[in-house]
């Protein structure tokens, strides 16, 4: 399941360039991959933080921290509905 931004986003790739390094990864599979291996919240827990160069890669190339997600992110925090459980990863 993914919103349509993060989907116009990715449209048909597959494999983007991590911003560190520079090399050329797979984008992250929720299927396939294990969020927390790829993936961490900021302190605040409006921001998703690249912990490997696919979550990086990931993270950059979904605009996953535009400020609208930020801004919800809040919102859901404050409802105590965020940051999600891992089983809901």
Do not use: M
Not at 82 to 88: D, I, L, R, V, Y
């Amino acid at each position: 399941l993914s919103c349509q931004g993060c989907n116009g986003h990715k449209y048909t790739k597959q494999q983007v360039t991590d911003p560190i390094t520079g090399l050329v990864v797979p984008l992250f599979h929720p299927r396939r991959d294990r969020w927390n291996e790829h993936f961490a919240w900021s302190v605040d827990t409006t921001v998703i933080v690249g912990l490997t160069p696919t979550g990086r890669a990931t993270v950059e190339a979904l605009h996953l921290n535009r400020i609208e997600l930020a801004n919800l992110r809040e919102v859901l925090y404050d409802a105590q509905e965020h940051p999600p459980t891992e089983s809901n990863l």
